[in-house]
């Protein structure tokens, strides 16, 4: 009678400790999946603001282009002279873009990472 039990014993204790194994792969999973989200969420919000900055760019670039040639020159002078500022752009985003971007994402994406919320503390 004791034997029977000790194994009964023994067999919830294995069934207790899978079904705690199993509730810890799935907060596991579900800490992941909202991790996840917030990475997606993250990289959407910068791709939509990065779209929306680029059409308001172009509008005002077209928007001096035609000021500038209606009043002091020609089109073609006004489409150099913005030619000329993205230029200036690009090459300052080049130089900067370890300060301007990498370091941000970087930070970013490990906040969002290794985030310490109340719900993670076990």
Known sequence: MANQSIVDTFGELNAATKKYIQAHIDLFKVRMLEKLIRIGTYFFSAFTLIIAMAF???????????????????????????????????????????????????????????????????
């Open 56 to 122: 308001i760019l172009i509008s005002l670039t077209f928007a001096f282009t035609f000021w500038y040639g209606s009043n002091y020159g020609t089109l073609s002078e006004g489409f150099l002279i913005s030619a000329g500022f993205y230029l200036v752009l690009a090459i300052f985003l080049y130089a900067f873009r370890k300060q301007l971007f990498t370091n941000n994402i970087i930070k970013n994406m490990a906040n969002i990472l290794f985030s310490d919320d109340e719900d993670d503390k076990l």
